[in-house]
């Protein structure tokens, strides 16, 4: 048996999403895509080579929020989640981002099957206590969306994994460049969407996709 691990392209993944996104009567009966990393099987059965592939569950990790709380991939067992990488100095699109986020964290506000992961991609100056400050200003609790910090190349590496692109860059406004995406994960740890988190259309869609697993998922 040979085993080969690829990881589906942003681009792609978005181009599937739109294609899939066409239409109001589409939209509401299509299957969200599996994304991200996948493996691919090949076996040899009478003498016929055979290819499976299979999509790998989001991987674990361990990162620390605006509380001081520990945040593993254990915090995210039996949720949906949310997805994203910003810093909080961040002059350009992460304020736009963040004030979409919010719009999804206060429309899912009673659902706690429903929670949010948001990386900070500047640890130097992302401390507990700033990223906490920010979370106050924002009017978020902990408990439902997590704002995180950790080693920067663990973070970097989780972005590589979501397929998000995040640096350090002196070129860019703030000194960071990052994508502005959001990622919906299901409750069995796979990718099932990526949008633009700057899109409020975009978002509108993240949020009924979001609707869609949790109904699919209370499914006997």
């Not at 080969?4 to 589409?26: M, N």
């Not at 992302?126 to 408990?143: F, N, T």
């Not at 989780?158 to 860059?169: F, G, L, N, T, V």
Request: charged share 25%.
């Amino acid at each position: 048996m040979k085993q080969r691990i690829y990881w589906k392209s942003l681009s792609v993944s978005l181009l599937l999403i739109g294609f899939l996104a066409e239409g109001c009567e589409e939209s509401a009966s299509r299957p969200l895509p599996l994304l991200g990393p996948y493996e691919v099987n090949d076996t040899i059965i009478d003498g016929m080579l055979n290819t499976d592939t299979t999509f790998t569950a989001v991987r674990p990790f361990s990162f620390t929020d605006q509380d001081g709380n520990e945040v593993t991939e254990v915090t995210t067992n039996g949720k949906v989640y949310i997805t994203d990488f910003f810093f909080t100095s961040c002059p350009t699109i992460c304020p736009k981002m963040k004030q979409q986020m919010l719009r999804l964290y206060n429309d899912f506000e009673d659902n706690d099957d429903v929670i949010f992961l948001s990386h900070s991609i500047d640890p130097k100056r992302d401390s507990v206590a700033r990223l906490h400050d920010y979370a106050e200003k924002l009017g978020i609790s902990s408990e439902r969306w997590h704002l995180m910090t950790g080693e920067r190349d663990d973070i970097y590496s989780m972005a590589k994994h979501y397929m998000i692109a995040a640096q350090e860059d002196k070129l860019a406004p703030g000194g960071y460049a990052h994508s502005g995406a959001f990622l919906l994960v299901d409750k069995s740890k796979q990718i099932r969407g990526i949008y633009d988190g700057t899109s409020a259309e975009e978002v509108d869609q993240l949020k009924e996709d979001i609707q869609k697993l949790l109904n699919d998922e209370a499914q006997p």
